[in-house]
């Protein structure tokens, strides 16, 4: 029998897609065989992964009801379908007291109507769980991700653009007595656009960070800890603007105490509670210092029921001319029901009030951007076979502004397939 990564037919069927959909699917079958002859052995070490997605939203670029959709783009449907496939490898291997993972997956995004919007996605993660000694250990790792904008933040705006993130990060835990923990760490995080927009809020920018703190350990397994972040971040490809109120750089102090407390066998209680300033290079009037945190509740009363319960405050930098950073509010609530050991329901319902502060125009005394972002979704699995898994979910998405042409409603429902081998 011919090898499939020898097959004519399928060869030219993919040359034909432009290497869309089927390819990340033809990459899972030619591992195929490896892994099914790995399996046996290293179940857990070396896994090939592969899935197939279908989605339809009804609001795709995040307008209001009445917005003309041909001032942006050629056509005047509102709504899409997006068919995803992926693949990809998994390792986890440990030897000793190390243990080594990988993570590689090739996705391709197509869409039926808005098809400027296809793109591919490469994104891996890795790791080394190194240790020194039982007393001694840490992370030494590295990631890369890919998405394409959210439209909800760019304001009636239609571009393709891909946002990259990358992370590289080192840190250490020593404890020689298991109670105290010494913590440290050094991290580089850059995101990239593959647009230069003529807005502000989501330039490119990296910013090194290098942390430092504390944890104590109860014998429950609670812990309590403390930790201390000094980051110096820089705009790339920005240039000192300072009519347009556009930054170069800034640094970023953070402080951070965080309670994981084990109530009981059937409930957890994780708060955070920190504060973070950003300082700006040049330009003063970008500068925030806010508090943020959270309380998560998790209550499980049975082995086959859960319930999470969030509220939290965010802060994050928001540049437009109105404003520098936005504040979010948020109230969420997931319950999750494992119905039998092959089906399981989940749910998530939230509130959301974002603030849009600190406008750098002098003598501006208006309100600012307010918003109100309500969220609902509901996901049914089923996993026939240990390898197999079928998802079919629905989400409902609204948002409410006190500045004209920010409303907007979206509903998402798809169905997904995945392979495990």
């Known amino acids: 029998m011919e090898p499939i990564w020898q097959n004519r037919h399928l060869i030219k069927m993919i040359k034909i897609s432009g290497f869309g959909i089927l390819y990340p699917l033809t990459l899972a079958l030619s591992l195929w065989p490896y892994a099914i002859a790995q399996a046996a052995e290293e179940r857990d070490v070396f896994n090939v992964v592969a899935g197939l997605s279908w989605e339809r939203e009804n609001n ?14 050629n056509r005047t449907e509102r709504w899409d379908e997006l068919t995803t496939g992926y693949a990809g490898i998994s390792i986890d291997k440990p030897y000793a007291m190390q243990r080594f993972k990988f993570d590689y997956t090739h996705t391709a995004y197509r869409h039926k109507n808005y098809d400027f919007l296809d793109f591919n996605a490469n994104e891996y993660e ?24 959210d439209y909800s933040d760019l304001d009636g705006r239609a571009d393709l653009n891909i946002r990259t993130s990358q992370m590289r990060r080192f840190d250490a835990d020593w404890s020689p007595h298991g109670v105290w923990h010494l913590l440290a760490g050094v991290s580089r995080y850059q995101e990239t656009n593959s647009q230069t927009f003529i807005f502000r809020q989501e330039p490119d920018f990296t910013q090194v960070t290098v942390e430092g703190g504390a944890k104590y350990v109860f014998p429950s397994g609670s812990y309590i800890s403390l930790i201390g972040r000094e980051g110096d971040g820089t705009y790339d490809k920005r240039e000192l603007i300072l009519a347009n109120f556009t930054d170069t750089g ?19 209680l994780k708060v955070k509670a920190a504060h973070v300033e950003r300082n700006f ?80 125009r002098p003598g501006q005394l208006s309100d600012g951007r307010k918003d109100i972002e309500k969220r609902a979704s509901v996901a049914l699995s089923w996993k026939p076979r240990d390898f197999v898994t079928v998802s079919g979910s629905l989400e409902r998405a609204e948002r409410s502004s006190n500045l004209q042409g920010l409303d907007y409603k979206d509903t998402t429902v798809g169905v997904s397939t995945e392979l495990l081998f």
Do not use: C
């Open 250 to 268: 800034y640094e970023q102090h953070e402080v951070e105490a965080q309670l994981d407390w084990r109530l009981s066998e059937q409930s957890r």
């Open 126 to 149: 890795a790791a080394w769980l190194w240790a020194l000694s039982p007393s001694l250990t840490g992370n030494l790792s590295a990631n890369r991700k890919q998405k394409l904008s």
């Open 281 to 360: 290079d040049h330009i003063s009037q970008l500068d925030y210092s806010e508090p943020v945190g959270s309380i998560n509740y998790i209550w499980k009363p049975t082995e086959k029921l859960r319930l999470s319960t969030i509220v939290s405050r965010d802060v994050s930098s928001h540049q437009r001319d109105e404003s520098s950073f936005a504040i979010k509010d948020m109230l969420r609530v997931s319950p999750s029901w494992e119905i039998t050991s092959k089906l399981a329901l989940e749910g998530s319902a939230s509130i959301a009030r974002r603030k849009f502060l600190g406008d750098p």
């Open 60 to 73: 795709i670029f995040r307008v209001p009801s009445n917005f003309d959709l041909s001032t942006i783009v």
